[in-house]
Nanobody, 125 residues
Framework: QVQLVESGGGLVQAGGSLRLSCAAS????????MGWFRQAPGKEREFIAA????????VYSDSVKGRFTISRDNAKNTVYLQMNSLKPEDTAVYYC??????????????????WGQGTQVTVSS
């Protein structure tokens, strides 16, 4: 079993920045993908970004491209999401996820095998 724990959420004013972290523990996989999703109240979970183990392949949703940066530190089994120029519409619960047997960097929630508990990000106007 894999456990994922997010941290770094909070309240920030529009235009500000936050850095989310997600630490993975438990079973390790040779070539796993880690991703970030978010879910606002009443809306479906939305793909944000994903990254391969060697950071050689990264994808972003159009809504965050240019503002958010995903990265990972494999020595720490941790993935990060640096969020800059935050907007009120970025307000959501942010989840990290792990795809243990990736073929592509999927944007679908169904591709991911493990999920964190989520961390709340609130951006005030």
């Amino acid at each position: 079993q894999v456990q994922l724990v997010e941290s770094g959420g909070g309240l920030v004013q529009a235009g500000g920045s936050l850095r989310l972290s997600c630490a993975a523990s438990g079973r390790t996989f040779s070539s796993y993908v880690m991703g970030w999703f978010r879910q606002a109240p009443g809306k479906e979970r939305e793909f944000i970004a994903a990254i391969t183990r060697n950071s050689g392949n990264i994808v972003y949703s159009d809504s965050v491209k240019g503002r958010f940066t995903i990265s990972r530190d494999n020595a720490k089994n941790t993935v990060y999401l640096q969020m800059n120029s935050l907007k009120p519409e970025d307000t959501a619960v942010y989840y990290c996820a792990l795809d243990r047997d990736p073929i592509v960097l999927s944007r679908s929630t169904w591709a991911y095998d493990y999920w964190g508990q989520g961390t709340q990000v609130t951006v005030s106007s």
